[in-house]
C-alpha cells in the first residue's frame, strides 16, 4: 500500500499537448460505462482552491502529515485552529457546474461510479450517488481510541463553546480544509476529546503519509476493472492513490481521458488531455447529449 508524499510533481518528459476539443469527452459520455476519477480542480470554481495549479497551496502550504498530527499535542492544536477556521469556508461551497454535470450524466444512466479524491463533499451535494471518498471526508471526525464516527458540524460547535471569540482572519484556505493560520494567530486554542472516550479525534481524511484504506483501494480497483472507459477530471495525478487507477485502465486497454488545464503525470497514459475550464466544458458536453443541469 502506497501513502499520499508530501511533494508536489513537475513535468519531466516530453508530454502530448492538451487541447480544446470537447468531441471526446461527448463520445465518451455518450456511449455510457464511464467511470470519473476526480481531483481538486474540478472544485476550483466553487472556491476551494486546489494543490498544484497556478496559485496552488502547495507553492505556500505543507499539508499535515499523519506522523505530525499523532506525535504531539501541538501540531494537533495548530491543526484544529487551522481547520476550524477552514471548516466554515467549506460550510459555505457549493457545487459547481463540473459537479452538476457530473451528477445528471449519472441520473441518466451514463456512468458507471464516481471515485473522487477530494474530500469536500460537492459531489454528494450536487447528487452523485454512491461516490467513493478515496481520502475520506472533513465531514466526519473519528476518535483514533475507540474508532467512534461522528459529525464534523457537532465538533464545530463544541470547538465553538471552547474558543469563544476566535475570529482570525486566515491567508488562505487549502483544499485540505486547512487554512493558513501563524502561531501567534492559533494563539492557545482549545482542542476538544471525543464526547464518548476522551481519545484523540481526527477527521475522517487519509493525511498525507498516511494509507488508504485496503478495501477501499480494492473497491476502486474493481470499478476501474468493470469501466468501459475512465475519464479523469481535474486531478493532475501527483499522486499515486490517483494515478495508480490510470495506469491500471491503461495497462487493460480501457480508454483513457484527462481533463486538467495543467499537464498531468498520466497524460502519457490517456488518449487525449483537454485543457479547458471544467465548469464550462463539462455544462457544453451536457448540452450536446440533451442532458439539462439541476440547479
Known amino acids: 500500500m502506497r501513502m499520499r508524499p508530501t511533494l508536489s510533481w513537475t513535468p519531466t518528459e516530453d508530454l502530448p499537448p492538451g487541447t480544446t476539443d470537447l468531441e471526446p469527452i461527448t463520445d465518451m459520455?455518450?456511449?455510457?460505462?464511464?467511470?470519473?476519477l476526480s481531483g481538486a480542480g474540478i472544485s476550483t470554481e466553487s472556491g476551494i482552491p486546489d494543490y498544484r495549479g497556478a496559485g496552488g497551496s502547495l507553492r505556500r502550504h505543507t499539508p499535515m502529515t499523519y506522523q505530525d498530527f499523532t506525535g504531539g499535542a501541538q501540531a494537533r492544536r495548530r491543526y484544529w485552529a487551522r481547520s476550524h477556521l477552514g471548516w466554515r469556508t467549506f460550510g459555505?461551497?457549493?457545487?459547481?457546474?463540473?459537479?452538476?454535470?457530473?451528477?445528471?450524466?449519472?441520473?441518466?444512466?451514463?456512468?458507471?461510479?464516481?471515485?473522487?479524491?477530494?474530500?469536500?463533499?460537492?459531489?454528494?451535494?450536487?447528487?452523485?450517488?454512491?461516490?467513493?471518498?478515496l481520502h475520506g471526508s472533513l465531514d466526519r471526525v473519528v476518535c483514533l481510541?475507540?474508532?467512534?464516527?461522528?459529525?464534523?458540524?457537532?465538533?464545530?460547535?463544541?470547538?465553538e463553546t471552547?474558543?469563544?471569540?476566535?475570529?482570525?482572519?486566515?491567508?488562505?484556505?487549502?483544499p485540505d480544509g486547512d487554512a493558513d493560520l501563524t502561531d501567534a494567530q492559533v494563539g492557545d486554542f482549545q482542542v476538544v476529546p471525543c464526547a464518548d472516550c476522551g481519545g484523540v479525534l481526527k477527521p475522517d481524511v487519509v493525511f498525507f503519509g498516511e494509507t488508504v484504506p485496503p478495501s477501499r483501494v480494492e473497491h476502486c480497483r474493481r470499478l476501474v476493472r468493470e469501466a468501459d472507459a475512465l475519464l479523469v477530471l481535474g486531478s493532475s495525478l501527483t499522486v499515486m492513490s490517483g494515478l495508480r487507477f490510470v495506469r491500471q485502465a491503461a495497462e487493460a486497454g480501457t480508454p483513457v481521458l484527462i481533463v486538467n488545464h495543467d499537464p498531468t503525470r498520466g497524460d502519457r497514459h490517456a488518449l487525449t488531455r483537454v485543457a479547458v475550464p471544467l465548469g464550462a466544458a463539462l455544462a457544453t458536453v451536457a448540452g450536446r447529449l440533451g442532458i439539462p443541469l439541476e440547479t
Open 29 to 36: 459520455l455518450g456511449a455510457g460505462g464511464v467511470l470519473v
Open 92 to 133: 459555505r461551497a457549493r457545487p459547481n457546474d463540473g459537479h452538476r454535470a457530473v451528477a445528471a450524466f449519472g441520473r441518466h444512466g451514463l456512468l458507471s461510479g464516481v471515485i473522487t479524491q477530494n474530500v469536500d463533499g460537492l459531489h454528494q451535494s450536487a447528487g452523485s450517488e454512491g461516490v467513493v471518498e
Open 145 to 159: 481510541s475507540c474508532r467512534t464516527s461522528s459529525s464534523r458540524r457537532a465538533l464545530a460547535e463544541r470547538l
Open 162 to 174: 471552547a474558543n469563544p471569540g476566535f475570529e482570525p482572519v486566515a491567508a488562505a484556505i487549502n
